[in-house]
């Protein structure tokens, strides 16, 4: 999205909120197998994409810190708002670890996580204040913009790929 094409405070908020009902609809109509099958980027199955949906999410609120900062420094934002210790490896190695970490959960577990980290993440956006979204920002994913572009990149655009993914594998009925 460029600058202009970044949507607003509100307009973030409708698409966080309507991308999560989207993501929980989709995932629950899912049958447990679909879940388990397919092979997806970085070789995951459904469950591993959905493992890393939930854990990724926890990351977004960290964007408007980097906002802040960036007000002040550049310095944060070129980790992507993450600490250097958790992107060792990079950023596909850090998805991974993640991804691991929570290869005991079930797909049920996982959605919980996520609804709980979107939560979160409206939380955060709710309490930001307006201008912050207009201020440059870097994700650790590398995208970069005004924060209230990146973070529908990332937080909206990102995810409801994955869950595209996972839809059209044929696992469900469109």
Do not use: C
Request: no cysteine; net charge neutral.
């Amino acid at each position: 999205m460029t600058e202009r094409g970044a949507p607003s405070k509100a307009e973030l908020l409708a698409r966080l909120t309507a991308s999560r009902d989207h993501v929980v609809a989709t995932v629950r109509a899912l049958p447990a197998e679909a879940l388990e099958r397919g092979r997806y980027e970085n070789g995951w199955n459904g469950r591993q994409i959905l493992a890393h949906v939930a854990s990724i999410e926890w990351t977004y609120p960290r964007l408007i810190d980097i906002a802040r900062e960036t007000g002040e420094t550049d310095a944060a934002a070129r980790d992507g708002g993450l600490p250097m210790r958790a992107m060792r490896g990079g950023v596909d190695a850090y998805n991974d670890r993640q991804v691991a970490k929570r290869a005991h959960l079930s797909a049920a577990e996982l959605l919980d996580e996520f609804e709980r980290n979107r939560a979160a993440t409206i939380r955060a956006v709710e309490a930001a204040d307006e201008e912050l979204f207009a201020r440059p920002v870097r994700s650790a994913g590398g995208f970069t913009g005004p924060l209230a572009a990146v973070f529908h990149a990332v937080a909206v655009e990102h995810v409801l790929g994955h869950i595209r993914d996972l839809a059209g594998s044929g696992a469900i009925a469109r």
